[in-house]
Each structure stands twice: as structure tokens, then as C-alpha cells.
């Protein structure tokens, strides 16, 4: 029930797109997601020494549980780097009104402060399993972590965790709806269009409507009774994502590095090429990776 009011408040938010609306409830959720997650790792303590060891570590611990620990690594790649929503991200500048070069320094610092809050929020998340997950104490379901912070820090601290969850999930709702609503959209007017201008709205088309729908109901199937638990669902789902980074790596390299798509003087330097490729080698690193653990994840189930 709180599914189906949460994705039908959603549907309002989105069905017919204004952007101002749907930031501002971003910018409200993302003060609760900080306030909890940052929070809640202040409260039980955090180890400065172990969390500097853990910027510099390569090695995987053993495992302890369900998971594999190269599951719960490649996992955590998907969530952050391999999501299809890393090409939803130019309409939202779009809709900002930031399109055409004179924008692209304040593109970048917003790139820049979207990529340090991750690093803090997923630091906060890193740190409270750290503090409170022992070898007879494991997450299998989503209320674990929640029921553990309540045995440290008590009810309060229960509630302010799941306000983080409940933040988390819910810019995830909006943000997927709308920005793959915006892709499928404009992609299939691009693809109509052929080599002319696209003459109308993307975000005004039908099929975005149609779209947003689909990413919003579609998902209440994971409610039923007996479907795979959460935990579960999102270290598959997200390990899978990682296969598409060899394709968003070397579509943004290729992009980036021709003249005809971003301009001679944007183009790619040379010491520039050299990071895409590197960062494309570590892409298909990655995959190869996370096609193995999800084979090795299904042969052990």
C-alpha cells in the first residue's frame, strides 16, 4: 500500500514534467538523505585509521554470509558508475537551462559537488556497517541495519536511518522516471527525425508519458509476496549495470575525443584520451567481472 501512494505521488510529480517542482523536492530529500546517513555514522563513531586504510586496500575479505565479496564490490561499481542514468544526466542539465559552452564551467562544478556528496553518503553508509557488522551480525533483509542502529543508539536513531532510506529510494523513484522518460523520449524522436531537427517536445511527447508510467508501475511487481528480498534484488541489479560500462566509457570517449560532436576547441588533449582510455580498460574490467560473480552467484542459489 505505501508502494502503490508513493509511486502514484510520484506519477503527479512527473506526468506532466516541470522541472522547478521536481529540484525542489530533490534539494528537500537530499537534506534528509545528508542529515540521516552522515547522521547516524557521527553518532556511532567512526575509526579515521580504518577508513584511510580502506582508500588505499585492494584486497577482498573473506566471506561472511549470502554475498560474495566480489558481488558486493562489483555492486557498489554499478550503483555508483555503471547506471544507465549517467546518460539521463545532460536533460536534467538541459531543464536547468545550462545547454552550450558558455555553461560548461558551472556543468562541471555541478558534476563536481554530485560526486563528492556520493563519496560522503556512501562513506557514511561504508562506515556504519563497518561500526556495527560483525561476523554474527549480517544484513539480509533491508530492516537489519535499521534494527541495528536501534540497538546502539535506540529508536531515535532507527528512525533517522530509515528517513535516509526512505530519501534515498525516493529520489531514485523520481529521478529514474523522469530521466529514462527523457531518454526513451527524445531518443525515438531523434531516431524518427533521422538527420533533420527534431520538431517537437521531447518532454511533451506522448511517449514520455508512457514511459514514466512504465518505470513507475512496473517495479510494484517486486511487492508480491515471495519475490526475491531487497538486498538480494539490488546486489543483482546493480551488479548487472556494470556491463554497461564498457558502452558508457567508450561512448563518452568517442564523443568527447571528435571534433563533428563536441567541437574542435572542446575536443579531447591528448593527456585527456589517455585517462578515457584508461578509464575503458577499467570498464571492461569491470564487466568481465560482473558477468563472473553473477554466474558464480547463480550457480551457488
Known amino acids: 500500500q505505501w508502494a502503490l501512494l508513493c509511486n502514484a505521488t510520484a506519477l503527479l510529480l512527473i506526468f506532466r514534467p516541470a522541472y522547478e517542482r521536481l529540484e525542489a523536492v530533490f534539494k528537500i530529500l537530499l537534506g534528509v538523505l545528508a542529515v540521516s546517513f552522515v547522521g547516524s555514522a557521527l553518532w556511532v563513531g567512526c575509526d579515521v585509521a580504518g577508513l584511510a586504510q580502506g582508500l588505499y586496500r585492494l584486497s577482498l575479505p573473506e566471506q561472511r554470509g549470502s554475498f560474495d565479496p566480489l558481488l558486493v564490490a562489483v555492486a557498489m561499481v554499478g550503483a ?3 547506471s544507465l542514468m549517467n546518460l539521463a544526466y545532460p536533460y536534467f542539465l538541459e531543464a536547468k537551462g545550462w545547454r552550450g559552452p558558455q555553461y560548461r564551467r558551472v556543468q562541471f562544478y555541478d558534476l563536481l559537488l554530485a560526486v563528492a556528496a556520493m563519496i560522503l553518503l556512501n562513506l557514511a553508509v561504508w562506515t ?4 556495527l557488522l560483525y561476523p554474527d551480525k549480517q544484513i539480509k533483509a533491508l530492516d537489519d541495519l535499521p534494527q541495528l542502529l536501534s540497538t546502539v543508539l535506540g529508536n531515535s536513531g532507527r528512525v533517522l536511518f530509515y528517513l535516509g532510506i526512505f530519501a534515498a529510494v525516493y529520489t531514485s523513484v523520481l529521478g529514474h522516471a ?7 523520449s527524445h531518443a525515438w524522436l531523434r531516431w524518427q527525425a533521422g538527420d533533420q531537427p527534431i520538431r517537437a517536445d521531447y518532454r511533451q511527447h506522448p511517449l514520455y508519458r508512457w514511459l514514466a508510467i512504465w518505470c513507475l508501475v512496473s517495479p510494484l511487481i517486486w511487492t508480491i509476496p515471495g519475490m526475491p528480498d531487497f538486498v538480494t534484488l539490488t ?3 546493480n551488479s548487472a549495470q556494470v556491463a554497461l560500462l564498457p558502452l558508457l566509457a567508450g561512448g563518452l570517449w568517442w564523443i568527447t575525443a571528435s571534433a563533428r560532436y563536441i567541437g574542435a576547441q572542446h575536443r579531447n588533449r591528448w593527456w585527456e584520451n589517455l585517462i578515457m582510455g584508461v ?8 564487466a568481465v567481472n560482473s558477468v563472473r560473480s553473477l ?4 550457480q551457488g542459489n
Open 178 to 184: 523522469a530521466g529514462l522518460a527523457y531518454l526513451g
Open 235 to 237: 546486489l543483482i541489479a
Open 295 to 298: 554466474i558464480q552467484f547463480w
Open 80 to 82: 555508483v558508475g555503471g
Open 279 to 286: 578509464l575503458f580498460a577499467l570498464a571492461i574490467y569491470g
Open 128 to 131: 556504519l556497517g563497518a561500526e
